[in-house]
């Protein structure tokens, strides 16, 4: 709090973190001699730097671009980058920070960082996009590497805008090798990888209700977001027999008690790139409703699955869900509960699959992209979609097992920061950093 007074998000992370690895310090006195949390809550590298580009008016134009490398103790930096105008360094540190532990949860050897531009890219057209994205890496390209740092999409950056990175990346570096993930297929990119943090976001959740003898099949869900972690969680929720009956935006959410109709959303949000109000002229028996979808009063529903953004939840809108009739909430969005939320959650005795277990599977599957690309090999959709599983299922069995280990019960938060951590903090401990 002294050093960062300005950065709230990044405090509410760490706050978040120290709470549930407390108990792990009795255990391992070493860690406090070893200032590991000291030394983990200060990211090993972060930069701020200008990203000017000219609009199609012909002005030029001044954004701010971050890249936070948080730690690289289990391999190198690993995480997103997030175009968005409410980006700032409290954001980037909070989610790189974050990241730190989702990583070491997937059991692959990958670091954690973050970053991003407060660029909007809503309402721009694809020249200044691409005039950004080349822009932006002129710079970043000066900090990261296939061996150092890969970064990779988040909110408002996906295939179009890693293809126009990865293009000015190859320009100034003649180099083809993997430096950022979630690239198109036909250059090196992973099948399974645009579907990875959804369908993960739902292995881990079937896995979370079989633990607890439920089951998918025939559940009400909730889902927040239409963007890349909403779609392929509603797909998957689907496939699994779920019905899914909300996405939302920033501006509203879409109500439809027969079920979310997945081919025109994935056809207004993905092609058209418009809104749910567009969503809801287009197909019938939906409902559009301004605000969040959050304070909606009178829906019931077994799940929530919140996919937009970090916040989005705040005590009395827990409280408003758990009156739903919920038994589970699963992120797919980083940090998208306040820790109001979380408290209500608890009180209510309501499963919770925290974001960092939760929705690891994109990372995870940009980590084998990266594994591809290194043999110079394509995986397919079965094989990348099955160790997809495989992984979300042991992460939540990880966190189990660190649960019992320091007697938090059926804890799964606080089990998946002590298993992200303990990891860390051993590689740490071991090269005697
Ligand atoms: P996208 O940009 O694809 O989509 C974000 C969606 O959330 C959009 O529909 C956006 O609406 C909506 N949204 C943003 N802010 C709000 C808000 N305040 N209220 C309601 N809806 C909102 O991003 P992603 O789907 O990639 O990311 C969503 C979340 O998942 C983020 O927290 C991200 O960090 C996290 N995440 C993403 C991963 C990935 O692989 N993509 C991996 C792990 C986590 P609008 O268009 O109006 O802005």
């Known amino acids: 709090q002294r050093r960062d007074p300005n950065q709230p998000e990044f405090q509410e992370a760490v706050f978040n973190f120290l ?53 690289s103790a289990i391999g ?66 000066k900090y990261i590497g296939p061996d150092l740092d890969v970064p990779a999409g988040d909110i408002g950056v996906g295939g179009r805008e890693i293809g126009y990175l990865y293009g000015m990346y190859k320009r100034l570096r003649e180099s083809d090798r993997g430096v950022l993930t ?5 250059y ?30 025939g ?7 239409a963007g890349n972690v909403a779609i392929y969680a509603i797909q998957k929720a689907q496939e699994l027999g779920a019905t899914v009956i909300s996405a939302s935006d920033s501006t509203g959410y879409v109500i439809q008690e027969a079920g979310i109709d997945l081919p ?28 969040s979808l959050w304070d909606a ?47 209500e959650y608890q009180k209510a005795g309501l499963l919770f699959g925290p974001a960092k277990a939760a929705n690891a599977g994109g990372v995870a599957v940009s980590e084998l992209e990266m594994s591809q690309n290194s043999r110079r090999q394509a995986d397919s959709f079965a094989t990348v979609d099955g160790e997809l599983k495989d992984i979300m299922v042991n992460i939540f069995q990880k966190s189990v097992a660190a649960a019992k280990e320091y007697d938090l019960g059926e804890d799964y938060d606080a089990g998946a920061n002590i298993a992200g951590f303990t990891k860390v903090a051993d590689a740490m401990m071991a090269q005697g950093w």
């Open 76 to 141: 190198p930096y690993k995480g997103g980058l997030r175009l968005h105008p409410s980006v700032n360094l409290s954001i980037v540190k909070f989610l790189g920070f974050e990241q730190i532990f989702k990583n070491s949860l997937t059991g692959l050897p990958i670091g954690g960082a973050k970053g991003g531009s407060d660029f909007d890219p809503k309402g721009k057209s694809d020249a200044e996009i691409m005039r950004f994205c080349q822009s932006f890496m002129i710079e970043l390209q």
């Open 297 to 343: 009063e009178g829906l019931t529903y077994d799940i929530a699955l919140p996919c937009a953004t970090q916040n989005e939840i705040n005590g009395e809108q827990a409280a408003r869900i758990a009156k739903a009739g919920a038994i589970a909430v699963a992120e797919g969005a980083n940090m998208p509960s306040t820790p109001e939320a979380i408290a």
């Open 219 to 225: 559940k009400r869900v909730v889902v927040s977001g």
């Open 182 to 186: 979630g690239k198109g297929l036909s």
């Open 19 to 71: 709470d549930a690895v407390t108990p792990v310090f009795d255990k391992h006195p070493e860690y406090i001699a070893a200032s590991i949390l000291e030394r983990l809550t200060e990211p090993e590298r972060a930069v701020q730097f200008q990203v000017a580009w000219q609009d199609d008016q012909g002005h030029m134009q001044v954004n701010r671009g971050f890249r936070v490398q948080f730690n």
């Open 188 to 217: 090196g990119g992973s099948l399974a990888r645009t579907e990875a943090t959804g369908f993960g976001l739902l292995y881990y959740l079937d896995e979370m209700l079989k633990h607890n003898d439920q089951t998918l099949a």
């Open 264 to 291: 025109t959303l994935k056809k207004v949000k993905e092609v058209k790139r418009g809104r749910m109000s567009d969503y809801a002229n287009a197909v019938s028996g939906a409902t559009y409703h301004t605000g």
